[in-house]
């Protein structure tokens, strides 16, 4: 009998692995035919990362404005809500969106639960990140500016964005390389993405290591194109230069 | 709903309950700052392994790199699954707590050494060449000029590198680790309201991480590289 699953696997083009003095043998080719659909996956978990980090970065450049110009209250609830949202773990919070609301009668799908905690955690970093970014505007660029005789709106467009922009736009883009993986815990809520498709693959085939090892390669080669992407076009639009890996 | 959490509440932080929540906590601390010590010595190993003028030869540096690259680019629970089906399909007898702390070193090595490397970069060029003026090797080039000034610029941002491990641990509790998560989901399975089994947790997590993270934004404050005027 094992002579026989010996030849399976071997006429399989089976890989050998060998850990801890145990041998098991990958078999790759059991996985591969559901590849398209992972990558399928891949593009909500994109999706959602997608949805998530403009949210995000909507509650966040709400938030910046608030801590630079508005009254101590809400400086304060901005306060909170960041330092909150940062020290907790997503995973929890969106247990409590997820389990807690509907007893208050606030019945979430599971994928509304994951990108509403999501945007929320990442809200608050990105409240950090604009914050920091609007803090490296220096006194003197804006009067040796004024000094040169730029119009408020000159200021504005010519001084104020293309240091901000510049500024902003790597922890930025770096932020939403770690929105695509953060995607990821939606699977713990059965949302159908990326890895809640390896989930579903894994009970198909029970090939398990084979098939969280091709969605690791995804992952990888996912945020990969997404940082180069995003490098390129820094470079493009706004001459930011980032380092591209 | 807060009469009800009213009436548990006494219940739920009955003598058995704290119990069980302070063993889930001790979970957590454990796989994460464990996790993050071992995974800082392997963290720094490939930064010296991937800096030119100490153990950078090429393979190692190849290697190293793409050791860092790749496994920052994985999310920790693909990782975890992975690390849990190798040692199953292994046959290896390990506790589940071994296999998660195994995915918190793999992963905590990766970002430790972007730490590490940038501890190691922030050595201005003319010390290398004194220090190869002087004739020394690797090693004491190492012990004597690098580490004694790059700890300063290192040791801040271990701090909130620690926190994102206890919270990155959270995603333990899918594979049935004792830690906080999987204790709340247990006490919410057992008919505790979400509100206190979450809401408890969410605070153990705050009370851990927030000083730790503050903890680091001081050190970084104090320890900041006095600039050479």
């Known amino acids: ?245 | 709903m807060w009469a009800q959490v009213m009436e548990e509440a006494p219940r739920f932080f009955g003598y058995w309950n704290l119990m069980f929540l302070g063993e889930a906590l001790l979970g957590t601390l454990a796989l994460s700052w464990l996790g993050a010590s071992v995974g800082f010595g392997f963290g720094f190993l490939f930064a010296i392994g991937r800096h030119p003028r100490l153990y950078g030869a090429l393979p190692v540096r190849i290697l190293a790199t793409l050791y860092v690259e790749v496994f920052r680019r994985i999310p920790f629970l693909v990782k975890l699954m992975c690390v849990f089906f190798a040692f199953q399909l292994s046959g290896a007898q390990v506790s589940l707590f071994t296999i998660a702390l195994v995915t918190v070193i793999l992963s905590a090595a990766a970002f430790a050494a972007e730490i590490a490397r940038a501890g190691i970069e922030s050595i201005p060029a003319p010390q290398w060449d004194a220090a190869e003026a002087m004739n020394f090797g690797r090693w004491r080039t190492l012990t004597r000029v690098v580490v004694p000034q790059a700890w300063r610029v290192v040791l801040p941002p271990l701090f909130g590198y620690t926190v994102g491990f206890i919270k990155s641990t959270s995603i333990a509790s899918q594979i049935g680790v004792m830690e906080l998560t999987y204790a709340a989901k247990i006490l919410n399975t057992r008919g505790f309201s979400a509100l206190l089994c979450f809401g408890t947790i969410l605070l153990l997590y705050f009370l851990i991480c927030y000083p730790t993270k503050r903890l680091g934004e001081r050190l970084e404050a104090r320890l900041a590289p006095r600039r050479a005027s």
């Open chain 1, 1 to 245: 009998m094992g002579e026989v699953v010996r030849r399976a696997n071997a006429d399989q083009g089976a890989a050998h692995a060998v850990l801890l003095g145990v041998s098991y043998t990958l078999i790759y080719s059991q996985v591969t035919g559901h590849i398209p659909y992972l990558l399928a996956g891949a593009l909500l978990s994109l999706q959602l990362a997608l949805i998530s980090f403009l949210i995000g970065w909507a509650i966040g450049l709400v938030n910046a404005s608030v801590l630079n110009f508005g009254p101590r209250a809400a400086r304060l609830v901005v306060r909170g809500y960041v330092t909150f949202f940062i020290n907790t773990p997503l995973l929890v919070q969106i247990f409590f969106i997820f389990f807690v609301l509907p007893d208050v009668g606030i019945l979430l799908s599971p994928y509304a639960a994951v990108a509403i905690g999501m945007s929320l955690n990442a809200g608050a970093y990105l409240t950090e990140i604009q914050r920091a970014g609007f803090n490296s505007l220096r006194r003197a660029e804006l009067d040796a500016a004024t000094a040169m005789g730029f119009s408020r709106l000159q200021l504005v467009w010519y001084v104020i964005l293309p240091h901000i922009v510049k500024a902003l736009y790597p922890p930025l883009a770096n932020q939403f390389i770690i929105q695509v993986l953060t995607t990821s815990i939606a699977a713990i809520f059965a949302v159908e993405e990326l890895t809640g498709r390896a989930y579903n693959v894994n009970s198909l085939t029970f090939r398990a290591l084979e098939v969280f090892s091709i969605v690791a390669v995804i992952y990888v080669g996912l945020t990969l194109v997404c940082s180069v992407a995003l490098a390129l076009l820094g470079r493009w639009l706004f001459r930011v230069k980032a380092r591209i890996i």
